[in-house]
């Protein structure tokens, strides 16, 4: 504990009266720091220290750069704009006592802070429409602010992350190897593994969708988030309204359809992704609505024909795009995700092909809802 204490003073000349376990998110090292009065580089007694985790993000400076150039950015907009709806907030970067973006402790580990938005928080899960037609909201303000900032600027911190096809071609290397795969195949879970192998073949010319739209200049690359759901969203104690989106470490040039796609996916599963229910599995097409009534006003301004037309398949395809990486990563000997039994990389994959097969189910609907709100 005297360590963390010491690294957290590195990026504040207050005293430092608290460090403790912060969030729940599973690749960094969360703190929240607390200080005896309000200090400067802060502006308050509260900011969040995180390690960064270099397994995942091996070059985490890339991070801080692209926080300094779409956070400015963002602010010149809304500087820009004072005319469009108050109350939106994004963290800063906090230097060290040295003018530097992070710390490297003696271990070599990397070290960052980030200012504490206060008054608001992030929740689970959906609690009703008006929180999903915020969380819509909440994507498309960012989308909108970050619409006219070249993506070539921003750094792809985490190359491949969110590329289908890069995805499928991992799948086709675990399946060549056949042995590993019939030994995870054989035991009461073996029908399971037989459905998900026609599942993905079945599906297989539909991965490249979004992207052989990019290679035809259909679809621009832009800026995303790269991580939109639910819990990333700031929700404002008092108003209700969504005041922010977190987790910037996945901020990076690319589709954003993967992130509106990503946003109905986790929003619009009730029954959410750790279920063992399959039959609770559905995409709850209210739900959806709602979330784009929050969206679709936000990103009309540089929405073109192309980008209503891809929606639908991006809800297909990142619900698809999810259960292949746990499916693989179940044959592959559960090498990525953490687990907490045997089979539970296989019951991921089958929640999200479930809810492929229920958007599948419902594509006339939910082509009517993009229709409807646009």
Known sequence: MEKLYAIAQQFT?????????YGAGNVNDTYLVTLAAPSAPIGGRRFILQRVNTHVFPQPALILLNMRVFLTHMEERLAQNS???????????????QDTDYYMD????????????????????????AHAREAGYALGRFHSLLSDLDPVRL????????????????????LAHAQEVGQRAHGARTSDVAYSLRFVEARRAFATVLEDATARGELPPRSIHGDPKVDNILIDDQSGQAISIIDLDTVKPGLVHYDIGDCLRSCCNPAGEETLDLSQVIFDTNLCRAILQGYLPEVARFFTEADYHYLYASIRLISFELGLRFFTDYLAGDVYFKVRYPEHNLQRALVQFRLVESVE????????IIAEQR
């Open 106 to 129: 003696d271990a070599g580990a990397f070290w960052r802070a980030i200012s504490l938005i206060e008054g608001a928080k992030t929740y689970p899960s959906i609690r009703d429409a």
């Open 83 to 97: 005319a469009a709806p108050g109350g939106w907030r994004m963290p800063r970067v906090i230097t060290t006592a």
């Open 361 to 368: 189910a419902q594509e006339t609907a939910i082509e009517q």
């Open 155 to 174: 750094h792809d911190t985490l190359p491949g992350f969110h590329i289908t096809p890069g995805y499928l071609d991992k799948y086709d290397q675990v």
């Open 13 to 21: 000349q207050g005293a430092v009266t608290a460090v403790e376990a």
